[in-house]
């Protein structure tokens, strides 16, 4: 069992490298919404590793991001509104020069017209920040944190926390910045379950549940706050191994089940994806037999989760996934972290899909354990603001 909590560059928002085919090795946030949105596209991202067009609006959220990040570098008096509005051009000739691909987005635009409104609307997202936070009297004890764990499971937990904010009690509050709308309470299960896995990956860290996880969302002007329990984070904790399970049943056997949903909109991948007529790349990873697989354990090299034969009880299923898997080339249902799932929350994301509420026959054996699994979780009492053991509230 091993951990990390270091401070290192977030990855850009997209920028994949092709023709690099490899098994998963850890699990993050927006790769268990990959997946539990669409394995095919997982697979895509993930295995593939396609490359995908950069998007303006995952491109605007890395900058956000940024001046966010930056502005705390400042003395408290002189976090104003103003200056971090002038940061964001700065902040994006700075990603620019790090991702000269994101050029493109406005190489059809000579006279700057687009450029200057998308800046105009960064600037705007920096600003409604300053209504909904004071930063003149915070100071957070982390930004862009990269944190990892390893759970006794041998699963690998990773990803990126925007801010970390320690009280003098010790009270740790995990805070993470939407450039999107605030969704409406029952699509609100994506951006909790994406809370509440670094929750778990903080008190696996330190050793203390983090007394509240709290949203921002700038493009509404909301703050969504929850504060979480012990017990729900271990059933978030056997939902991520019952899902790690059916990704590695996937991979193993090569059955990654598209899964159309709204987000296909938003995927790059439409071309390559059978829902919409196209043939998947041969699949780059050996396969086995789907039984063959189940019954060899799917853990790649980690200890199968207790209830994996529970939460995935049937690899037949799985191998009965018909022709469906061939090949599929593409998945870009948002090309960034932030503003991607953003868009989705935006977009109606469903929020029973992505509890798996309904998707197993769709998608295979490997979301029937996240039906099983997100049951657990009670996402929907959660998000309506029921959970036994957490509260979600707005202020
Ligand atoms: S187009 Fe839709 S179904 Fe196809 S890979 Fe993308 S998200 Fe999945």
Redesign the pocket.
């Known amino acids: 069992m091993g951990s990390s909590f270091e401070k290192i560059p977030r990855a850009g928002a997209s920028g994949r490298r092709a023709g690099s085919a490899e098994r998963p090795m850890a699990l993050s946030p927006s790769r268990a919404g990959d997946f539990m ?5 997982y697979r ?1 991202r993930v295995i593939d590793k396609l490359p995908e067009k950069p998007s303006a609006a995952a491109t605007r959220g890395t900058v956000v991001h940024a001046v966010l990040e930056r502005l705390f570098d400042a003395p408290a008096a002189e976090r104003t509104a103003a200056g971090a509005r002038a940061m964001v051009p700065d902040e994006w000739e700075k990603l620019l020069a790090k991702r000269p691909e994101l050029a493109e987005l406005f190489e059809d635009d000579p006279r700057g017209e687009r450029l200057a409104g998308w800046l105009g609307d960064a600037e705007r997202l920096v600003e409604r920040w300053f209504t909904l936070e004071d930063p003149t009297r915070l100071e957070p004890a982390d930004r862009e944190l990269y944190v990892e764990t390893v759970l006794d499971s041998g699963l690998t937990l990773r990803g990126f926390i925007d801010r970390v904010d320690v009280a003098p009690s010790g009270e740790v509050r995990l805070v993470d910045y939407k450039t999107g709308k605030a969704p409406a309470p029952r699509f609100r299960s994506e951006p909790l379950f994406q809370m509440q896995f670094y929750a778990l990956v903080m008190w696996r860290l330190r050793g203390v549940v983090p007394r509240r996880l709290q949203l921002v969302y700038l493009g509404s002007g909301d703050v969504l706050t929850y504060d979480p329990g012990e017990e729900e984070l271990r059933a978030v904790e056997r939902k991520l191994l019952a899902l790690w399970e059916a990704i590695a049943l996937a991979t193993e056997t090569g059955d990654w089940r ?4 709204r ?2 909109g ?5 071309a ?5 007529g ?1 043939t998947p790349p041969p699949y780059p990873l050996p396969v086995v037999d789907a039984g063959a697989a189940s019954a060899a354990g799917t853990g790649f090299g980690s200890g199968a989760p207790a209830d994996a034969e529970e939460a995935v009880p049937d690899a037949g299923a799985a191998s009965a996934a018909e022709a469906r898997s061939g090949a ?1 080339t ?4 948002d090309a960034g972290a932030e503003a991607g799932a953003d868009a989705g929350a935006e977009a109606g994301l469903d929020a029973g899909a992505v509890t798996g509420v309904d998707a197993g026959a769709e998608a295979g054996a490997g979301v029937d354990a996240e039906a099983a699994a997100g049951a657990e979780v009670g996402v929907g009492a959660v998000a309506s603001g029921q959970g036994a053991q957490g509260r979600m509230g707005q202020v």
């Open positions: 949105r669409c394995p095919l596209l895509f598209p899964k159309p949903s987000l296909c938003w995927c790059d991948h439409q390559v994806c059978p829902e919409f196209g599929g593409d998945a870009g249902v």
